[in-house]
């Protein structure tokens, strides 16, 4: 591990020699890989957006007592 200073910042960055050449066929399962998690992450995304909106018109709605108070109004009207 090797260590630059730039003023008070220090910086440690490894030494890349340390660890084995990736083929080009690995970087390429790789590059998949990511594409593949970035989908499914996007179409996850997008469900949770969906659920969020069913959700805060559900809980924009009225409550059950201001439901019963409507209910007794209506009837009350009717008759």
């Known amino acids: 591990m ?17 660890f084995p050449e990736t083929s ?3 970087l390429n399962d790789l590059d998949d890989q990511i594409k593949e998690r970035k989908d499914t992450y996007d179409g996850l995304a997008t469900k949770v957006k969906s659920l969020q909106a ?7 709605g009225m409550t059950n007592t201001e439901l ?3 209910i007794a109004q209506i009837k ?3 008759k």
């Open 2 to 18: 090797t260590c630059k200073e730039y003023g008070k910042a220090k910086i440690y960055l490894v030494n890349q020699d340390l």
């Open 76 to 78: 009350k009207d009717i």
């Open 24 to 26: 080009p066929d690995e």
């Open 54 to 60: 069913s959700l805060k018109e559900a809980n924009g």
């Open 68 to 70: 019963e108070a409507e």
